[in-house]
């Protein structure tokens, strides 16, 4: 399962790649609110930081000749590994069946809260779906289930469509797609900090830390033998 970053700001990106083997960034026009100013000012920060990885981007039109465009003029500035995120809404779908028969460009469907939209994504030819798992729990629904029957009909059916998994509150809804095998989360850094955070883990390096001080010195480590 890859695992992705669901934010803007190009510090927290730097940190989260230099601890963690992230694979991609993925971004939306509320995660670019966040940061303000021309969006494409900090995307191109954010491409020019991860070189060819995947980065994702949404597209604000909701006319499907408007998404086409919108999404060509993203592609153009930010680089073929750019996924154009669109909306799994009807006008989303034609506007993704265009790019499907007439470009190279590769798409995710977001806004996906249904089996259904990421079924017509899917045949609509897109390369990720991404259904957002906590919003999906909070419309009284359950998002990890919701995941689960989408890969199954995509893998029962063949389908080359790959599931992004997003929209996240905690790390056992991750948890729980990772045991499923889903092909790829995105996590905004608040999350992905909480992966690794255990106070149980520190106290425990202390202790070997400490052990080994105690006969070897302060400040010591096995590089000071031999
Ligand atoms: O990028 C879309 C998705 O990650 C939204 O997440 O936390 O706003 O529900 P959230």
Redesign the pocket.
Known sequence: MRLLI?NAQVELINKAYEFYPISGV?T?P??LSKVGGNPFEILRQIREMIGEEEMHVQVISTKADEIVEEAKHIVNILGRETFVKIPAIDEGFKAMKILSYTTEISFTA?AVYTTMQAFIAAECGAAYV?P?V??IDNLGYNGIEVVKQIKNFLINNGMETEILA??FKNSQQVVELLEYGIDAV?V?PDILKNFVKNAAVDSAIEDFISDFESFAGEGKTMKDFK
């Open positions: 669901d993925t939306n509320t995660i977001t991404a957002y906590n919003r997003a929209s995105t905004a």
